[in-house]
Nanobody, 123 residues
Framework: QVQLVESGGGLVQAGGSLRLSCAAS????????MGWFRQAPGKERESVGV????????YYTDSVKGRFTITRDNAKNTMSLQMNNLKPEDTAVYYC????????????????WGQGTQVTVSS
């Protein structure tokens, strides 16, 4: 069993930066692929990016490549999402998730989800 708690959301102007964190409790953190997802009002949830259990592999959706970076610290059971050059279309509730496979997690197959944190980017 893994519990996930996101933090770091807020209101930022376009072009600004935010850093989201996901703290995990439970066993076996490093064995899970971790990912960030987002859901804007009236839209379906989308995958933002995924990181492998070791942290050596990451994958991002095209719209955030070059702007967002996912990292993890397995010693601290944490994962972060550094978001730079934010755009109004990045406004959404952001969720962290853990999954047993990298590819499965990218497709939304997650064993565990956090409660979400709101990110609002003003123009």
């Amino acid at each position: 069993q893994v519990q996930l708690v996101e933090s770091g959301g807020g209101l930022v102007q376009a072009g600004g930066s935010l850093r989201l964190s996901c703290a995990a409790s439970g066993r076996g953190f490093s064995s899970y692929a971790m990912g960030w997802f987002r859901q804007a009002p009236g839209k379906e949830r989308e995958s933002v990016g995924v990181i492998s259990g070791s942290g050596s592999t990451t994958y991002y959706t095209d719209s955030v490549k070059g702007r967002f970076t996912i990292t993890r610290d397995n010693a601290k059971n944490t994962m972060s999402l550094q978001m730079n050059n934010l755009k109004p279309e990045d406004t959404a509730v952001y969720y962290c998730a853990a999954g047993t496979s990298f590819g499965g997690l990218w497709g939304g197959s997650s064993a565990y989800w956090g409660q979400g944190t709101q990110v609002t980017v003003s123009s």
